[in-house]
């Protein structure tokens, strides 16, 4: 979010309840009342963007699925462990793909009953389960490869190689797919977060095949896999770390309070502001409540709705919050408010 504090006079335009843009809908809280003002962005689309991502996430988990398939049946023929234990690791990535399917059609429905904001934050928990899957599984491929660079076990060199080349053009289809899907939904982030890892573990193991080919190298293949378990844990840090900054309520990285606060105190009548709260629903949905007391006379006057829709529009033209709400309370009024904080 940005801004520059300055003064804001009211909207000359304005009439009562009617933004001067035409997208904010006005609502003031008369003395002792509750009522509360409330804003829309423009960008409210998130049903047909999340429907969309659903599309795309479904075919990734197809290409993906399809592979773990072929790649059972290879380690059957061949009886290679190896690539029964890499079909281990494709398990994960296919649950994990059909969890974030589910969490993308939850976040489509539409707001209902108990469910005030729909469940878009499905997407959230969606995210922070594939966050956890990729630690897990960074952990066991560190424990295998430690293992197997200790005392190397016997590599059909060719068969790597083979498998690795598939495996790799599966995954660069599966990324040119969620390549075009919301990347800002935290949830296409975690599925794109495991498909690019298969993918970087697939390039490395085709190296280590070609090492084990050509120059009899059996721990390249460990070697390879210490690589990519490093590149799982750092993203699994990002996925976890964003999807537990949302879950546990903190600011948009993007929000200066300070900035937002100042700006609110500008305009004019308004005598101060507590109760600022700022909180992230779902990805891209930043949301905004503020208890702001102002002149008293401007009740009587008639002026609250005007300070609403100048409230509204300052923080509309500076800070990118989708849903805002104020609370418009003369200054007599904040003595009855015994749980308030700043």
Not at 73 to 100: I, P
Request: proline residues 4%; glycine residues 12%; charged residues 15%.
């Amino acid at each position: 979010m940005r801004g520059n504090r300055h003064r804001h006079g009211r909207p000359g335009a304005a009439a009562a309840g009617v933004p001067p843009d035409g997208g904010v809908h006005g609502g003031v809280v008369p003395e002792g009342g509750g009522a509360h003002g409330h804003h829309d962005g423009p960008g409210h689309a998130h049903g047909v963007a999340a429907d969309a991502d659903a599309r795309y996430l479904t075919v990734a988990l197809v290409l993906i699925a399809s592979f773990l398939v072929g790649e059972v049946v290879a380690a059957t023929l061949s009886g290679s462990l190896a690539l029964f234990a890499d079909a281990g690791h494709m398990l994960t990535d296919v649950v994990a793909l059909a969890g974030s399917v589910w969490a993308a059609r939850l976040a489509a429905r539409p707001a209902a009953g108990i469910w005030t904001f729909g469940l878009k934050r499905a997407e959230i928990l969606s995210a922070a389960g594939n966050g956890v899957t990729l630690a897990v599984i960074a952990v066991v491929i560190t424990i295998e490869a430690i293992r197997r660079l200790v005392t190397p076990p016997g590599v059909d060199g060719a068969v790597v190689l083979g498998v690795a080349l598939v495996g790799a053009a599966v995954n660069v289809a599966a990324t040119a797919v969620l390549a075009r899907a919301n990347r800002t939904s935290l949830n296409v982030t975690g599925a794109f977060a495991h498909i690019v890892t298969d993918l970087y573990a697939f390039a490395g193991t085709a190296l280590a095949g070609v090492i084990i080919v050509v120059a009899g190298w059996t721990r390249a293949d460990a070697v390879a896999s210490l690589l990519v378990a490093a590149l799982m844990a750092h993203a699994a840090w990002g996925l976890v770390r964003d999807a537990g900054r949302i879950l546990l309520e903190a600011a948009p990285d993007d929000v200066a309070l300070d900035q937002v606060r100042a700006h609110i105190a500008g305009v004019e009548h308004v005598l101060g502001v507590h109760d600022l709260h700022a909180w992230t629903v779902t990805s891209n949905l930043p949301t905004l409540s503020a208890h702001v007391v102002v002149e008293d006379h401007c009740f009587a006057s008639g002026h609250a709705p005007q300070i609403l829709d100048a409230l509204q529009a300052c923080l509309g033209e500076h800070f990118d919050v989708e849903h805002s709400t104020f609370q418009l309370e003369p200054a007599s009024h904040v003595a009855h408010e015994h749980g308030q904080h700043a």
